[in-house]
């Protein structure tokens, strides 16, 4: 019997490779080809040999338990080439990767490595391993990742990491072999080439795409390090230069031709093989760069637990204080501003003025201030006038209450605290009040509260110019006024103990004493009046009244006079305020003898026989009669507005101005300062009251 096509005998260890050669086959033969698998080293007759006309073993090792083929045989050994759509898992491993390389055949397993290094995976090691043979079995820690084709059941199960690059196909050469040996026309080899091409072809637009995507991710990249106000050097592990921003280029007066060249050698003075020998980080080093002292921070890289290089970031100092300046200014602005100025200080006593022409002295100095007066006296309104007025007004005005501290919490309110350094401690840690009134004033109300163990660090702040937060080691530099007050006796305190005698010194650079309101009773009217106008209220004071109001010790002073205000408004029936309104305290108590008015003017009528002594009556009336519509309009008005709005009979300037003087000695009107204007007082309108009656009568 004539044979119709040649066949051929396909011997391998499993049936997977047995059905990859055949279909590999087929594809290329088609038809023509007849085919007899054998698998899993089952054992041959030798009759089988009759019919085949070519054996293509996967391993020699196959022959040796099976009958031997006649001489007249050829026996191919299959070469086998690799599934490169598999290779990118090879590709994205870093130079110097371990690979277990796993197979069931030593003789495949050589040819599979040395076919790897063909293709240019000469930059991994790999390590073989044949289970069941002499080959050894590495440790874990020895080996990055397992590698196999198609055989995952081999590897043992500790190795987690495993790249599988599937079974390999037969290389065309092989192919060729057959349709020599056999006489079979390669007309299917265009074909199956080019499906082996169309792989390559796949694989360099995958290439090419991954190029243009690193290409766009480097731009990216190289934007963001450009936009970032710190200057930023990378290196590889020997400390040769692979990335340098223009913030670097620019700080540092250097050229991004450095790039390849040893950061060593371009800026020994970064010190940066501390870096690449010990791997350690180095944070916030001050190191002086030629004219220059910079903030740098070093920092190695790894992948996969493999030192790659080194990430140098630097700033100079300069602009970290700028914008650190910044940050305490944004937070100043949150409400660390003054309300007062010394406009806002009222009061006609001489010794209140005279505080206002000192305090004005001494804002435009830069030494400690220490104010002192009973409470409710106006001294922070005083710190903050004397603020407002200094160089410091744009920075920040901070008020620390003493007072309203206990011991635990005024050493981290004063100066900060990092983070973790104790139970409950803010994550990130917190600025203390010192640093935000950085470039400003600090202002320490009740400093005789402050405890002796808070007194030592304060004074160190005083002398230093410097902080250091809880649980800190950082000396942080702080420009900062410092104003104290105290209502305390602190030499007293000195003399018993429980006030340092050279903080006292420290504080007491420019001392500010300022008046009870009881000693300057000339400032009492004035300030209802001006309570009055600030709440757009408006009352009137009997006599009996404003003799008590006078005659009233004040020992809360300003601030017990404005809660009276407050208590008035709401009490008084139809505006006008009487003995029988006054509550009790008015009374008994705090009494002292009746001060005199101006000019000793204590009583209405003394005040008009003092005015008609001045003057015409009539004139005095109709002033007070255009400055009380203006108090009813709530306005003030000047002189020169005041004579336009006269209706009786004609004055000068010069009058008007004459007349008012002695109607503000009086206690009638308020004059103010500069372009304030005039008004009329509560005790000027009841002189006009008087005045009007006795007119009619």
Same mark, same amino acid.
Not at 133 to 143: G, R
């Given at each position: 019997?004539?044979? =119709? #096509? ?14 990859? @050669? ?12 007849? %085919? ?33 083929? !006649? ?37 495949? /397993? ?54 599988? /690059? ?58 963001? /390090? ?5 200057? %930023? ?12 921003? #223009? ?22 003075? @970064? ?49 970290? =204080? ?63 006038? %004397? ?42 840690? &917190? ?23 808070? =007194? ?26 410092? %104003? ?10 000195? &003399?018993?103990?429980? @006030? ?10 420019? !001392? ?8 300057? !009773? ?12 600030? #709440?757009?209220?408006?009352?009137? @004071? ?82 007070? =009669? ?16 005041? /004579? ?14 004459? #007349? ?14 500069? &372009? ?22």
């Amino acid at each position: 019997m004539i044979k =119709q #096509k040649p066949c051929i005998l396909l011997m391998t260890r499993l049936e997977t490779i047995s059905l990859l @050669f055949a279909n590999a086959l087929t594809s290329f033969f088609g038809n023509r080809l007849d %085919i007899i698998r054998n698998h899993m080293q089952e054992r041959l007759h030798p009759s089988v040999y009759d019919e085949v006309d070519l054996i293509l073993v996967s391993d020699t090792s196959l022959l040796h338990d099976q009958p031997t083929p !006649p001489s007249d045989i050829p026996v191919l050994l299959a070469r086998r080439t690799i599934d490169i759509n598999k290779l990118d898992q090879l590709m994205d491993l870093p130079p110097g990767t371990r690979c277990l390389f796993v197979s069931n055949s030593i003789e495949m /397993l050589e040819g599979a490595i040395e076919l790897l290094f063909h293709l240019g995976f000469s930059h991994l090691t790999f390590v073989p391993y044949v289970p069941d043979t002499e080959t050894p079995l590495p440790e874990k820690d020895q080996i990055d990742v397992a590698v196999c084709h198609g055989l995952r059941e081999l590897i043992p199960a500790h190795f987690e990491n495993v790249i599988e /690059l599937g079974h390999r196909p037969l290389d065309l050469t092989t192919i060729f072999d057959i349709s020599r040996l056999l006489d079979l026309s390669p007309d299917k080899a265009n074909l199956y080439t080019a499906d082996f091409i169309s792989d390559f072809v796949h694989i360099g637009r995958k290439l090419t795409n991954s190029v243009h995507n690193e290409r766009k991710l480097n731009e990216k990249l190289s934007s963001i /390090l450009n936009a970032v106000h710190e200057g %930023i050097i990378g290196t590889d592990a020997t400390g040769n230069i692979t990335v340098l921003n #223009k913030e670097a280029e620019k700080i540092l007066h250097t050229e991004a031709n450095c790039i390849g060249r040893n950061v060593a050698e371009v800026i020994p003075e @970064f010190l940066i093989l501390e870096v690449v020998e010990s791997h350690t980080e180095v944070t916030k080093q001050v190191l002086e760069f030629r004219d220059l002292y910079l903030l740098v921070t070093k920092i190695p890289t790894f992948l996969d637990d493999q030192f790659l290089g080194a990430v140098i970031t630097f700033q100079d100092v300069t602009k970290v =204080q700028q914008i650190e300046q910044e940050i305490r200014t944004k937070s100043a602005n949150l409400g660390l501003m003054t309300k007062y100025s010394f406009d806002n200080i009222i009061g006609k006593s001489p010794s209140i003025q005279a505080n206002k022409r000192v305090a004005t002295k001494l804002a435009e100095s830069d030494f400690t201030i220490l104010i002192t007066g009973e409470n409710g006296t106006g001294k922070e309104v005083f710190a903050q006038a %004397i603020h407002q007025h200094s160089t410091r007004r744009d920075g920040p005005f901070v008020p620390v209450n003493f007072a309203g501290l206990t011991e635990s919490l005024v050493e981290s309110e004063l100066f900060g605290y990092e983070e973790g350094s104790f139970t409950g401690a803010r994550k990130g840690g &917190k600025m203390g009040l010192f640093e935000l009134a950085h470039n400003g004033t600090i202002f320490l109300d009740e400093i005789g509260d402050a405890p002796l163990s808070i =007194q030592a660090s304060l004074l160190r702040v005083l002398q230093e110019k410097q902080v250091m937060r809880v649980g800190g080691y950082r000396v942080i530099p702080v420009n900062v006024r410092v %104003i104290a007050a105290t209502n305390c006796n602190l030499m007293e305190m000195v &003399k018993k103990g429980t @006030f340092r005698e050279d903080l006292y010194y420290r504080l007491n650079v420019l !001392p500010l004493h300022i008046q009870p309101l009881r000693d300057r !009773p000339d400032d009492i009217l004035v300030l209802i009046d001006y309570f009055l106008q600030k #709440k757009k209220q408006r009352l009137s @004071f009997s006599r009996e009244v404003t003799e008590q109001l006078l005659r009233y010790d004040w020992p809360g002073n300003i601030r017990e006079l404005e809660n009276f205000i407050h208590y008035a408004v709401v009490i008084a029936e139809g505006n006008q305020v009487e003995l029988s309104h006054l509550p009790e305290r008015f009374f008994a108590g705090h009494v002292s003898t009746p001060p005199l008015l101006s000019h000793r003017n204590d009583t209405l009528e003394d005040t008009i026989r003092y005015l008609s002594r001045q003057g015409s009556l009539v004139d005095y009336a109709a002033i007070l =009669q255009v400055l009380s519509d203006c108090y009813t309009r709530q306005e003030r008005i000047g002189r020169s507005a005041l /004579l336009a709005r006269m209706e009786g009979p004609s004055m000068t300037e010069a009058q008007i101005r004459h #007349k008012l003087t002695v109607l503000d000695r009086a206690g009638c009107v308020s004059i103010g300062v500069k &372009k304030q204007g005039t008004q009329i007082t509560a005790f000027g309108q009841q002189v006009l009251a008087a005045l009007l009656i006795a007119s009619k009568g």
